[in-house]
């Protein structure tokens, strides 16, 4: 059973930075990929970043250059850091394991006041 684990959210005023973390547990196929998506309020969810197995990234518009996500493998953890946070970005964050299946967190809201 594979199952992720978030944390790191919370508030933060608008230009602050917040760190969120994911941790896998159970059997995983290697050459997955790990990610965020998010939930905004109202919305849909969305794609947020992605990490290969071989470390190669990709993320949406609206964050490059302000959330850098990264990869422990021997840990197994995805984590991403987000800086130069807007109100835009309050949202449900859940982090995201595309393997044989593909696997979602549970979520942590992070509220960006202005």
């Known amino acids: 059973q594979v199952q992720l684990v978030e944390s790191g959210g919370g508030l933060v005023q608008t230009g602050g930075s917040v760190r969120l973390s994911c941790a896998a547990s159970g059997s995983i196929l290697s050459g997955n990929f790990m990610g965020w998506y998010r939930q905004r309020p109202g919305k849909e969810r969305e794609f947020v970043a992605r990490?290969?197995?071989?470390?190669?990234?990709t993320y949406a518009d609206s964050v490059k250059g302000r959330f850098t996500i990264s990869r422990d493998y021997a840990k197994r953890m995805v984590y991403l850091q987000m800086n130069s946070l807007e109100p835009e970005d309050t949202a449900v964050y859940y982090c995201n394991l595309v393997a044989q299946r593909v696997y979602w967190g549970q979520g942590t809201q992070v509220t960006v006041s202005s």
């Open positions: 990490i290969s197995n071989t470390g190669i990234t």
